[in-house]
C-alpha cells in the first residue's frame, strides 16, 4: 500500500501571535536602549541633567487606576439590575477578565466572550451578561463619539497641522468607522426589522460569494443578537437614573483614562494644556483601535509620537511612550492576569445568584408559615 502524505498544517494562530511577542518585545528594547531612551534618561536624571515629577507619574497611575475601578462600578451597576444578590467582587472579576483578554486579543476581540464565559461561571446567567456588555457597549460608543466630536470641531485647526498624510488617512477612517458604529447601534436600537433585513442580505450574499458559510445559522444569530441589543436598549432608556449614573460615570472613566498623557508629560515640563492633551488622547485612541493587532501595537506608539510630539523633547519623547504604554497597557495586563483564570465549575445544575436568591426567599416564607401553623 502506498503511504499517503500527510498533509503539513501551518500554525497560522501561533505564528501570529509569535509575530506580536516579538514586535511587543523589539518596540520595548527600542524605547528602553536607544539613544534618548529609557536608560539614557535614567542617566541624565541620577547626574542631575534632568529633572522628572515622580509625583505626576504617580499621578498617571492613579488615573489608570480608577480608569479600571469605575469599568468594574459600570458593569456592577447594570449586572445589579437582572441579578438581585450579586456582590461587587464578581462584577469586579469579570471585569479584570475584560481588560486581560481585551489587552491580548487582535481588536480587543475576546474581551467580551470570556466575561459572558467567566461571569455565568460565577452564577450570573449569560443572557444577563450579555444584556450589561451590549448595554456598556453602547454607552461607551456614544461618549466616545462625543469625545471625538469635541475634538475635531474644537482642536481641529490645532491638530490638523500636527498630521502627516498618513495619519490623515488614519484619522478620517477612524472618524468615518466611529460614525458607522454609531449609525449602526442608532439602527438596531430603534429599527429592530430594517436591521435584521440588513443583516440577512449582507449575509446571504456573503454566503453566494462564499465567503461565509453556515448563512442560516449566521442569520439567527445576527436575529438573536439584535433583538437582545434592542431589549436592552429600551430597557436602558426607561430607567432614567441608571442612564445618567453610568454616562456620567462612562465619561469621568474615559476622561481618567486620557489624563495619563497630561500627567506623563506635567512629569517633564509645565508648558502643556489639559484640554488639548485629552482632545489628542481622543485622536490617539480612535486611531490605535484600527489596528487588528493586540493593544493597537505600533499605532498606538506612532500616533501618541504625532499627536504629543510638540509636548516632549526629543530626549524624553520615548521615554514618555514608554512610560505610557507601561502604564496604560503593560501594566493593565499584570493587574488583570492574576484574574484571568477559570472561575467556578461548568455545571448545567449549577444555580444562578437570582434562582439562589428565590430559592432563600421561598424558604423563608416557607418558615413563617410553619411558625404560624405551630401557633
Known amino acids: 500500500m502506498v503511504k499517503q ?15 506580536v511577542i516579538l514586535l511587543t518585545l523589539g518596540m520595548v528594547a527600542y524605547f528602553v536602549f536607544s539613544e534618548g531612551g529609557f536608560i539614557e534618561l535614567i542617566n541624565k536624571i541620577t547626574s542631575g541633567k534632568m529633572k522628572v515629577s515622580p509625583g505626576w507619574v504617580t499621578a498617571a497611575v492613579f488615573a489608570h487606576l480608577l480608569n479600571l475601578s469605575i469599568d468594574a462600578v459600570i ?31 487582535p481588536s480587543s476581540t475576546g474581551g467580551q466572550p470570556m466575561q459572558i464565559l467567566t461571569l455565568s461561571r460565577l452564577g450570573v446567567k449569560a443572557s444577563n ?24 470641531v474644537f482642536k481641529f485647526q490645532f491638530f490638523a497641522q500636527k498630521l502627516d498624510a498618513a495619519m490623515w488617512t488614519l484619522t478620517i477612517i477612524g472618524f468615518l ?20 433585513r440588513i443583516a440577512r442580505g449582507l449575509l ?6 462564499h465567503i461565509i458559510k453556515d448563512v442560516d445559522e449566521r442569520i439567527n444569530g445576527v436575529v438573536v443578537s439584535v433583538e437582545n441589543f434592542h431589549e436592552s436598549n429600551k430597557a436602558l432608556n426607561k430607567n432614567k437614573t441608571l442612564l445618567v449614573k453610568v454616562y456620567v460615570l462612562t465619561a469621568i472613566q474615559m476622561t481618567s483614562f486620557f489624563l495619563v498623557p497630561f500627567c506623563i508629560a506635567r512629569s517633564f515640563t509645565p508648558d502643556c494644556s489639559m484640554f488639548d492633551m485629552l482632545c489628542a488622547q481622543s485622536y490617539v485612541n480612535m486611531v490605535s483601535s484600527l489596528m487588528p ?4 501595537s505600533g499605532a498606538a506608539e506612532y500616533s501618541f509620537s504625532v499627536f ?10 520615548k521615554t514618555a511612550i514608554l512610560l505610557w504604554r507601561t502604564i496604560t497597557y503593560y501594566g493593565t495586563i499584570l493587574i488583570s492576569m492574576p484574574f484571568a483564570q477559570i472561575h467556578g465549575k461548568k455545571d448545567t445544575e449549577k444555580k444562578t445568584v ?3 436568591v428565590k430559592d432563600s426567599e421561598r424558604q423563608q416564607g416557607a418558615a413563617v408559615s410553619g411558625k404560624k401553623k405551630t401557633v
Open 5 to 19: 502524505d500527510k498533509k503539513i498544517r501551518i500554525p497560522w494562530k501561533l505564528l501570529f501571535n509569535v509575530a
Open 75 to 105: 458593569i456592577y451597576l447594570f449586572l445589579r439590575e437582572t441579578t438581585p444578590g450579586l456582590k461587587f467582587k464578581t462584577a469586579l472579576i469579570g471585569s479584570m477578565v475584560g481588560q486581560f483578554f481585551c489587552a491580548v486579543t
Open 129 to 152: 451578561v450579555t444584556s450589561a456588555l451590549i448595554q456598556k457597549f453602547l454607552v461607551w460608543q456614544f461618549t466616545l463619539a462625543a469625545y471625538c466630536t469635541i475634538a475635531i
Open 177 to 196: 468607522a466611529q460614525l458607522i458604529m454609531i449609525g449602526i447601534l442608532l439602527l438596531a436600537s430603534f429599527a429592530k426589522g430594517i436591521t435584521t
Open 204 to 209: 446571504k450574499f456573503l454566503g453566494k460569494l
Open 293 to 296: 493587532l493586540p493593544g493597537g
Open 308 to 317: 504629543f510630539g510638540s509636548y516632549f523633547s526629543e530626549e524624553t519623547l
Open 354 to 356: 437570582t434562582e439562589k
